[in-house]
């Protein structure tokens, strides 16, 4: 039975004119236990992705079922409360509360839940000894460097023992170092039989997932089982031919991933099918678009 | 829930000692508004005490007499009596022997006003110059620091009677007893000195501490009979008929009078109640225009709150990740602006205590600080902590999670 059922999830930004097609009928089916990496260039629509199975928004269109209920429609409270009882969320910016202690921030979920000060005291910080930051309970976010608050906010995502953990970007703002231990601690947590959903852009650290889902375009144009130790296959191409981006396909929006992809038309998929269709304007204007979200990013 | 509020309040003191300077200014329309409600009101109420005081020690019989028609209820009397000595007519030496002869009045005198400066040691002219009777101490039930009061006996001679401000005035030694002074070409002998009065603050009793009191006919003579004679105090042989004598005079004066209706009498009770509808319409009408400056404190609170939900919208957005519902946001916000506006109250209730002491040492006011006014205040200020905190709690609550969350 798959914890996360997605289907025909599309998702729409704006009105009129300005509307921007973030997720395009995106079907997704998680197992329970899996450890899935979701990669794919700026603006593919992994953050809304992410967004959405957490419960942080609503999709426009399309059914989801999160652990056999439907979530698609839920009112904002509801909502709230399978977000604090099922699912952990971990940033690319930490998001701790910077005036609050370390151990106040992990406790905070818990605080939602009306637990006791006391219960919610120790629990904070058991899981921050799992994290191995307990020596740092006290402190305030911006006293810890960037490895160790990001541990904190995973003890936090940890403490009300939710079946599924979302990082958007975990390792983003963290070097290699960090990165190898944020990762090993998700890899543990993983062990323990929870499933993680993840985003990087960092090829290497497809070796941690059992499953890599590759995005473009608000849809999703790959989906590959991986060997945990070993970086996925599509990951590898990319991985060794760095860096595979000229200044041309910088302008064209084509990332360095993408290229390694196989071709668009071969993929076996609804999605795949659909691509084949698309007519020539159609395709100029995703070319425009993409343009567009680099020159966002640049600037 | 119980700890999720204590939660709630810790972040609301921690945000209020966070932002000290900013969070004073919010507190400050709090602080005045509470600060001047309970400031005015207990000064309406220390003037009221001290008018129940002073009528407590003259006594509730005492009946007054006083020119031109009194009619409590209409709003233009209140403001007539405010005026003090409202001498639209007068009463003449005729009055004065039918109140003193009138069934049921055991003793009464009259109070007349003579203009003019006296001389004694030094020129004096900061108060009137009053023609009454030997019944004068018993009616006001007041004694005399020095000497005695002029009798009967002593009708037709310049002998006079100092209120302690005038004996100040007109002399430059303490105990003028004996001493002389000069007032409309006639010389006068200092028969004795009134203890101090207590002042009564907007009451229509003139302040008799600045007073010269001679002799009644002494005034008439002096001034040609042309003194005015503005008040009679009687008192009634038996308290309980104070309301019969009150009536019978009224007859008999209206008789005497000629039919004309241009006078009152009043019990010090029915006084009373006059001056403390006076009393109770300015506190009021002041309460209400400081109750304004709570309103404008409460917007003030409400202007801070919204700025600090746009500052803190990304934290908002963090609280709802992790599971905050939308009424645990609401309460949050509501209780942090509640601590402000309750921190501000309790501040103005300590600074109306401040002023209470400075106003008893430095001024004739007495106010007094009730319970329950520091109870309404406490209350209201509350109040205006979670009306005006529940606007931008609500802004706050019904953003959704990821937008919070995107905004820096």
């Known amino acids: 039975m798959p914890i996360i059922q997605l289907e025909d999830v599309s998702k729409l930004y704006g009105f009129g004119d300005a509307t921007t097609l973030a997720l395009d009928e995106v079907n997704l089916s998680i197992d329970k236990g899996e450890f899935v990496a979701v990669m794919g260039p700026s603006g593919c629509g992994k953050s809304t992705l992410m967004n959405l199975i957490g419960l942080l928004d609503r999709p426009s269109h399309g059914t989801y079922s999160l652990d056999s209920k439907p979530v698609a429609r839920l009112r904002q409270n509801q909502a709230a409360k399978i977000r604090r009882d099922t699912v952990g969320f971990i940033f690319q910016s930490y998001n701790l509360l910077p005036r609050l202690t370390v151990l106040e921030n992990v406790a905070l979920p818990l605080t939602y839940k009306g637990m006791t000060l006391n219960r919610r005291i120790k629990l904070a910080s058991q899981m921050l000894e799992r994290v191995g930051i307990q020596d740092r309970e006290y402190f305030l976010p911006n006293q810890l460097s960037g490895g160790q608050t990001q541990c904190a906010a995973i003890a936090r995502a940890l403490v009300n023992n939710p079946k599924l953990i979302i990082a958007d970007e975990p390792t983003g703002n963290l070097d290699s170092a960090s990165s190898r231990l944020i990762m090993e601690l998700l890899a543990d947590i993983h062990k323990m039989g929870n499933t993680i959903l993840f985003v990087t852009h960092n090829p290497e650290l497809t070796r941690y997932a059992t499953r890599v889902v590759y995005m473009h375009d608000g849809s999703i144009v790959h989906d590959e089982k991986t060997a945990l130790g070993r970086v996925a296959n599509t990951a590898r191409k990319v991985l060794y031919n760095m860096p595979a981006t000229t200044e041309e396909d910088d302008l064209a929006g084509v990332s360095a991933l993408m290229k390694g992809l196989p071709d668009k038309s071969s993929i076996k998929s609804k999605r795949g099918r659909k691509s084949k269709a698309v007519s020539k304007s159609g395709q100029k204007a995703k070319l425009l678009r993409s343009k567009k979200s680099i020159k966002a990013a640049k600037s | ?408």
């Open chain 2, 1 to 408: 829930m119980k700890s999720l509020t204590r939660g709630h309040l810790k972040a609301g003191l921690g945000s209020v000692r966070g932002a000290k300077i900013r969070n004073f200014w919010t507190m400050l329309g709090v602080i005045i508004g509470v600060t001047s409600v309970i400031t005015i009101v207990s000064i309406g109420e220390g003037v009221k005490q001290q008018i129940s005081g002073q009528v407590h020690r003259m006594g509730k019989d005492l009946i007054s007499i006083q020119p031109a028609q009194l009619n409590t209820g209409s709003g233009e009397s209140k403001v007539s009596l405010l005026s003090g000595l409202n001498i639209a007519g007068s009463l003449s030496a005729k009055d004065v022997n039918v109140v003193n002869n009138a069934r049921g009045v055991d003793y009464s005198a009259p109070l007349s006003a003579v203009g003019g400066i006296a001389k004694g040691d030094k020129s004096y002219n900061q108060g009137l110059v009053m023609g009454t009777t030997g019944s004068l101490p018993s009616l006001l039930n007041q004694s005399l620091r020095y000497g005695g009061f002029f009798n009967d006996q002593d009708e037709g001679r310049y002998v006079a009677v100092l209120g302690a401000q005038a004996s100040k005035g007109l002399f430059d030694n303490d105990i003028p007893l004996g001493n002389t002074f000069t007032f409309r070409g006639q010389t006068f002998i200092v028969r004795g000195v009134f203890n101090e009065f207590n002042v009564t603050p907007l009451s229509e009793q003139t302040d008799f501490n600045n007073a010269i009191f001679i002799p009644y006919d002494v005034s008439q003579t002096l001034s040609n009979d042309t003194a005015p004679t503005y008040q009679i105090l009687a008192r009634p042989t038996d308290p309980k008929n104070t309301s019969q004598v009150v009536a019978t005079l009224k007859t008999q004066l209206t008789k005497a009078r000629g039919s004309n209706n241009d006078f009152s009498v009043l019990a010090q009770n029915q006084n009373l109640i006059g001056s403390n509808e006076v009393v109770d319409l300015l506190t009021r009408l002041i309460a209400g225009v400081a109750a304004i400056s709570l309103l404008v404190g409460g917007i003030g609170i409400m202007n801070v709150m919204l700025v600090s939900v746009a500052e803190r919208m990304h934290e908002i957005g963090i609280r709802k990740a992790v599971g905050a519902t939308n009424s645990q946001i609401l309460s949050q916000f509501v209780i942090e602006a509640s601590v402000l506006s309750l921190s501000g109250g309790l501040i103005g209730i300590a600074l109306s205590f401040l002023i209470e002491l400075l106003l008893r040492a430095f001024t004739d006011l007495q106010p007094v600080i009730t319970w329950q006014v520091v109870v309404v205040a406490t209350g209201v200020s509350l109040l205006v902590g979670i009306v005006f905190g529940s606007v931008p709690a609500l802004k706050a609550a019904r953003k959704p999670p990821i937008e919070a969350l995107r905004s820096e």
